[in-house]
């Protein structure tokens, strides 16, 4: 079985220290977010990760969910694992005390989720979604809604799904078929089929909230016909139990390539049940309100795999001998030294490692904007923050599962062929991780979000949370000798992107074919331009400490990493945007 | 021909009011009578208040004499002109002309602005004499502002009489004359008044929403975005009726206007409960309040007559560019488009040559008398006559003489550089401009420029003079506006040309710099890169200023911010009356950085007449630029000093180019540039002190916001010379310099990016 240690270490610094912990306990309902409070929270839910989910990762890949008539068993274990992770309630951590949630906030929240991903992706998918229709029904339901649904979701007595899929519409969702026909009581009939659906059937919750997307008998065309239904497995009763069967069967489950412990179903709804959710045609942005938060719960199951297959790399790298080092013998005494020694091994493990960290300071920025555009008392402030979570959203999908990817492959790599065996699970994290590049928007889609949507918006206004605090931050440090190896690669790869984010706008605005031909380096770009201001500001963190603590030293030595060996990436991607789209326009669509 | 040197109006409602206005506004003094005694006094000090303004400037309601008609009716012995504007009633209207009769001096002439009536009505039993000095000048509400004059000449109506208003009309009051037929409505009101008919017919029947009807009709059509139900909200839902009941007893009952009026319950239940429009308790349109106070847009349902939240309309014809894609398309919006259309245009080629002698006299006259962007004829060539007639006849329709007789060809043609309308003898003809007209459109289709990129281009007027037009959106100026500028001086000073003149055609000179690229180079902290652009800016106008030829600046329409300070450095403006300038930017948060500041500081310390000192220059320049004051007319900015006494003002805009170009024609002979600016001395420090404290007691009384204190400090401390001791001489380079660094110091403040961003996002400024 694979180990896995939360990375509790450095998630105390990212939320300390990094995410200026100041900041979040400033916002209202957070002053109790301290160390006090959230030590024994993350330690707890480490705990759970390790004895609870790891344990079943492996058994849940083999097994994976069956479907016997009409009913979905999820593997071995899982129910009474997901029972413990409700009573322990980790599905009401974020959720309003009002609906008998934790209320704590998203920066909280996010590590957890890691931790959860990191030991079994499969398992957190059932939580996930029921987080997602939390979400959407929490802003855009009704009271009454809001009252009867919340405190199963919260509770995690009843989950969710998103039903967004269908099988002649995937990202273009102005095809969906489906049909709501109001029924005259105030609810509506729902019928069509829903494809590629998480948790859409499953024995470990009495009740599934699904999310539907619909359309009215007059909608308008395309996506601006869209509305959004909730439609109950089980129709609730006046005392808001599980009452009569709705319209809704499983009439299918996938049969994937990772994942393999969470049910994707096919869903048919027979004039199902439904209830309006937010206004009629406006569902698209009510889901996608949602989807923002759950793009970012993506790139958090990116940031999870990448942590453990880190850990299960090192630890084998530690332990396996072959060779010698080329720099001299490390273990005479041995009939080999272990492989850690050799660069290649190590230029792997590095990379992983300065991602994975990279990634997780991003992701805990983020979040912290996140809590701020929700809970701050000043609405410019809320703005402020809410704009840079737009602008990060994508760049963090894309770039944390990527990421994910890259450091699952590498962590088959430093296995060698030992990797290639499925008992030794390094190919379940790459089987697992695979899809978050593709689902919740693939990443190219991400791309065009970046570039078509978030760069242009209000004039560039969403870009300025990013550019104007980086240049300050830059400025503010140019006379500082000792942060020179990190400040100098950052502003070069700043200027860098300040060039290209004005050339592509531009180009953009003529040709959006040039947009689009630009978009995934240039979201691949910027993140990295991102990623080398998070690992400049821990590195500032980490200076005065490198000689207290290996966790400084360490931090340190990854941020040089970073800035020497991953971050020149962004001249060839500068260049590669630059070239422009000519050669993917010209060449003809016969010869493809 | 003898001029008008005196004019009188008689009927002081909105339209013999503002006819008055605008004669005034020409500098030709004029009596204004009413019936109702009192009434004119009270009309003047009305459109005092009034917004748009019908006076150009103040001076000009001075030159209004106002008087009762029974008690004054002698003021009109000495009037060259009498212009009639009461009550639309043919008798009350002959009963007056007979009044006037003895009063009239010979050889005055008399007119109608009926616009409904016919002509022949009105000289009903007219003395020869009379009728010979006798015609209808149909002007359009609000009478200033709208450009087209219709003239009708009855049968013994001397030509004469006709040329001479005809005349005053075009270069005095800067109206396009359009020659119409003795028929009731004449031309834009029988076409346009038909057409807002059939438009609410089969918006009602085809079950559009209001808006839905408004989007197709509006920019598909070019028609103004008020499209149908807006248009009438703001000209007011009651007098269609009696636009009706006048057309359909003047009209044949099977003249298809007649056919097609019909009334709809839900518009009469409307004017019954006053929701007339704009003027009443909202129309199809009205904003309410909800209940927790916030603003609502509420839009009448058409089917129940009540108010509901507005929508913005969804068709997938409206996404359609092409406007025989739209008609051919099935849906709501697309089965609309094409029964107007057929309707619309199905008429109006009937109508030549009963209301017209030609079709670009109703092109002309729809555009300026509608404000649409194509006559009915240039629809019926963007459409494709064929496509018009087979429609036409898919619905059984009968097709009229002339879209037969026009085949395959289109309306208009281009032969040789010139435009040619297709003439009822089957011919094309050179469609006529006036004497001392010349069109920047005429010469772009005859010629190619001597220089263009995407913002701007370079043309030869001939006579070796060159205009420069830009024509970006809004003709906003940008890099390659600035590129431009510089082409032009270096080809100037190659000898392309021996003089300059910036003149566009569009409905703006120029909205100033391009405020999304400056916010987004902002955003993404691109400082470096902004700053050049103010430099390379600066450094374009003094080029300009400094080139050894003339440059003649021939605004019209809006000349804000960058625009005005192009003007700024112009040898010489030839304005047109409706020149909007201004230096606006402390709207967005900002100060003038290409030169504004500078200039605007120069023109008031070399005025002679203002007063001397380094403080009252200053404090000049300070107020017109920390309000963001734009002038609302050519006048006005002569009062704020954009303008010279010596720059010239034409009311009639075809005639602007002409005027610029033999402006600058003149200056050629012997041209040598300006002599180098001499420094200024400027106030110092105390100065700034002084504005600043003036700016603190405006916002104490809840007159300046926080940010526009933040603004004025910068602008004070530029138009002071920068902290520099009084007795310093400040030179141009240290104020461009001081304006730089202060625009880029403001630029970089969150409150100016979101005054930027609001303005570019909502058209209005932020107060923040």
């Known amino acids: 079985m694979p180990l896995y240690d939360a990375p509790l270490r450095d998630m105390r610094f990212l939320l300390d220290e990094l995410a200026e912990a100041g900041r979040l306990r400033a916002l209202p309902g957070c002053a109790e977010v301290t160390p006090e409070l959230t030590g024994p929270v993350l330690e707890e839910a480490a705990r759970f990760a390790r004895e609870v989910l790891l344990p079943l990762n492996q058994t849940g890949d083999a097994e994976g969910c069956r479907l016997e008539n009409g009913v979905v068993r999820t593997p071995a274990g899982f129910p009474a694992a997901y029972r413990a992770f409700c009573e322990g309630g980790w599905t009401a951590l974020g959720a309003d005390p009002a609906y008998g949630g934790q209320g704590l906030p998203r920066s909280v929240g996010l590590l957890v989720e890691e931790m959860v991903c990191s030991a079994n992706m499969a398992f957190g998918m059932y939580p996930g979604l029921s987080h997602g229709a939390y979400s959407a029904i929490a802003r855009h339901g009704t009271p009454e809604q809001r009252a009867l649904y919340l405190p199963k979701l919260a509770s995690g007595r009843w989950s969710g799904t998103m039903c967004l899929t269908e099988p002649q519409c995937g990202t273009d969702l102005g095809l969906i078929r489906t049909r709501a026909v109001p029924a005259g009581d105030g609810s509506h009939r729902i019928t069509g089929a829903k494809i590629f659906i998480s948790a859409g059937e499953h024995d470990l919750a009495e009740n599934i909230v699904h999310l539907v997307l619909a359309k009215l008998p007059d909608a308008p065309p395309g996506t601006r016909g869209i509305s959004l239904f909730l439609v109950p497995k089980f129709l609730p009763t006046e005392d808001g139990g599980p009452g009569a069967r709705n319209g809704v069967a499983c009439t299918g489950l996938e049969h994937k390539m990772g994942i393999r412990a969470s049910a994707t179903c096919a869903l048919a709804f027979e004039e199902a049940t439904g209830w309006l959710v937010g206004r009629p045609h406006k569902g698209l942005a009510a889901m996608f309100t949602m989807m923002n938060e759950a793009r970012l719960g993506v790139g958090v199951q990116g940031l999870g795999i990448a942590e453990i297959a880190y850990q299960n790399a090192a630890a084998y790298a530690r332990e396996r001998l072959q060779g010698r080092a080329l720099d001299g013998t490390r273990a005479p005494e041995r009939p080999a030294d272990p492989i850690l020694v050799h660069p290649d091994i190590r230029r792997m493990l590095l990379t992983m490692r300065a991602m994975t960290e990279g990634c997780r300071a991003l992701c805990a920025l983020t979040a912290l904007e996140h809590d701020v555009s929700l809970r701050h008392l000043e609405p410019e402030a809320r703005q402020a923050a809410d704009d840079f979570v737009q602008l990060m959203t994508p760049i963090l999908k894309a770039l944390c599962t990527d990421a994910g990817w890259e450091a699952a492959v590498l962590g088959m790599q430093v296995w060698g062929g030992h990797g290639y065996i499925r008992d030794n699970a390094m190919e379940q994290f790459a089987r697992d991780v695979r899809i978050t590049q593709i689902y919740e928007g693939t990443n190219g889609i991400q791309a065009l979000d970046l570039v078509g949507r978030k760069l242009g918006a209000h004039g560039g206004r969403y870009l300025r949370r990013f550019f104007h605090p980086v240049l300050a931050f830059i400025e503010a440090r140019q006379d500082d000798p000792a942060m020179e190896p990190f400040l100098l690669p950052l502003a070069k790869a700043f200027g860098r992107l300040q060039q290209v984010t004005a050339e592509l706008a531009q180009r953009g605005l003529r040709d959006p074919f040039e947009a689009g031909a630009g978009a995934s380096d240039y979201l691949r770009l910027f993140g990295l331009t991102a990623l080398a201001y998070a690992w400049a500001r821990m590195a500032e963190l980490a200076l005065p400490r490198a000689g207290e603590e290996a966790f400084y030293r360490a931090k340190l030595a990854t941020a040089r990493f970073f800035m020497q060996r991953i971050l020149p990436e962004t001249s060839s991607l500068a260049t590669k945007v630059l070239a422009g789209g000519s050669s993917l326009r010209e060449f003809a669509d016969a010869d493809f | ?768």
């Open chain 2, 1 to 768: 021909m003898d001029p008008i040197r005196r004019v009188g109006v008689i009927g002081a409602g909105v339209m013999g009011a503002g006819i008055a206005a605008q004669v005034a506004n020409a500098g030709i003094p004029v009596v204004l009578l009413d019936i109702v005694p009192g009434a004119a006094e009270a009309a003047v000090a009305r459109m005092l208040k009034t917004e748009p303004a019908p006076f150009m400037h103040r001076a000009a309601a001075r030159l209004v004499a106002c008087g009762d008609l029974d008690r004054d009716l002698a003021l009109l012995a000495e009037c060259d002109w009498i212009c009639e504007a009461i009550v639309e009633q043919a008798e009350a209207k002959r009963a007056l002309y007979a009044r006037l009769q003895p009063v009239r001096r010979p050889g005055a002439i008399l007119s109608s602005n009926t616009s409904t009536i016919p002509l022949a009505a009105l000289t009903e039993g007219m003395a020869a004499e009379a009728a010979a000095q006798f015609l209808v000048t149909h002007f359009f509400n609000p009478p200033r502002y709208m450009r087209l004059l219709e003239l009708v000449q009855g049968p013994a109506t001397r030509p004469e009489v006709a040329a001479r208003i005809a005349d005053f009309a075009d270069r005095g009051l800067g109206k396009t004359v359009i020659a119409c037929r003795d028929r009731p409505g004449f031309i834009a009101n029988r076409i346009g008044g038909h057409w807002l008919q059939s438009a609410v017919n089969h918006a009602v029947d085809l079950g559009l929403t209001v808006e839905e009807a408004d989007a197709v009709m509006g920019r598909p059509f070019g028609i103004p975005k008020t499209g149908v139900f807006g248009l009438l909200d703001l000209v007011g839902l009651d007098l269609m009726p009696h636009v009706a009941a006048s057309m359909k007893a003047a009209l044949p009952a099977d003249d298809p206007y007649v056919r097609a009026m019909r009334e709809h319950p839900v518009i009469l239940g409307m004017i019954a409960e006053g929701r007339t429009g704009r003027k009443g308790k909202g129309g199809f349109y009205a904003r309410e309040r909800g209940p927790g106070g916030e603003r609502l847009k509420r839009t009448v349902d058409l089917a129940t007559g009540r108010y509901r939240d507005s929508e913005k309309p969804v068709l997938e014809s409206l996404a359609l560019r092409d406007l025989r894609a739209l008609a051919g398309h099935p849906d709501r919006g697309g089965r609309y488009a094409r029964a107007v259309l057929l309707d619309l245009l199905g008429y109006a080629a009937a109508l030549v040559p009963e209301v017209a002698e030609g079709i670009a006299d109703v092109d002309a006259a729809m555009r300026l008398g509608y404000n649409w962007r194509y006559g009915p004829f240039e629809l019926i060539d963007r459409l494709g006559a064929g496509w018009l007639r087979a429609a036409l006849a898919a619905a059984g329709r009968p097709v009229p003489p002339l879209l037969e007789r026009v085949g395959e060809g289109g309306f208009y043609r281009v032969e040789a550089g010139r435009l040619e309308a297709f003439g009822l003898d089957g011919a094309y003809h050179p469609v006529p401009r006036p004497e001392g007209v010349l069109l920047l459109a005429d010469i772009k289709r005859r010629s190619t420029p001597l220089a263009r990129n995407g913002s701007a281009s370079l043309w030869e007027i001939g006579e070796g003079v060159a205009c420069l037009e830009f024509h970006s959106k809004m003709n906003a100026l940008d890099p390659g506006t600035l590129e431009m500028l510089g082409t032009s001086v270096a080809m100037g000073r190659k000898g392309a040309f021996r003089a300059l003149v910036i003149h566009t055609e569009g409905e703006q000179f120029s909205v100033g710099a391009n405020l999304g690229l400056a916010l987004f180079a902002a955003n993404i902290a691109a400082w470096g890169e902004i700053e050049g652009l103010i430099e390379q800016g600066q450094k374009a106008m003094r080029a300009l200023r400094d080139a050894p030829f003339p440059v003649v600046g021939a605004p019209s329409g809006m000349a804000l911010g960058g625009g005005c300070e192009i003007l700024l450095h112009c040898d010489a403006v030839q304005a047109h009356a409706e020149s909007y300038i201004g230096l606006v930017e402390a709207g967005v948060g900002l100060i003038p950085g290409w030169g504004g500041c500078t200039g605007l500081l120069r023109r008031w310390a070399e005025d002679p007449r203002a007063p001397q000192g380094p403080m009252p220059p200053v404090a000049k320049a300070f107020e017109a630029i920390s309000t963001a004051q734009v002038a609302k007319s050519a006048f006005e900015a002569r009062e704020m000093r954009l303008l010279r006494p010596t720059d010239g003002i034409t009311f009639n805009r075809d005639r602007v180019l002409a005027e610029a170009k033999a402006r600058a024609l003149a200056l050629a002979e012997g041209y040598a540039p300006p002599p180098a600016p001499a420094p200024l001395h400027l106030p110092g420090a105390s100065g700034r002190v002084a504005l600043g404290l003036a700016v603190r007691q405006q916002a104490a009384l809840g007159r300046a916001t926080p940010h526009d204190l933040v603004v004025c400090d910068h602008l004070a401390e530029t138009l002071t010379g920068g902290g520099r001791d009084p007795v310093d001489a400040v030179t141009e380079a240290e104020l461009h310099a001081l304006e730089r660094r202060n625009f880029m110091a403001l630029l970089r403040l969150p409150a100016t990016l979101a005054r930027v961003e609001h303005m570019l996002e909502t058209g209005r400024p932020l107060r923040n």
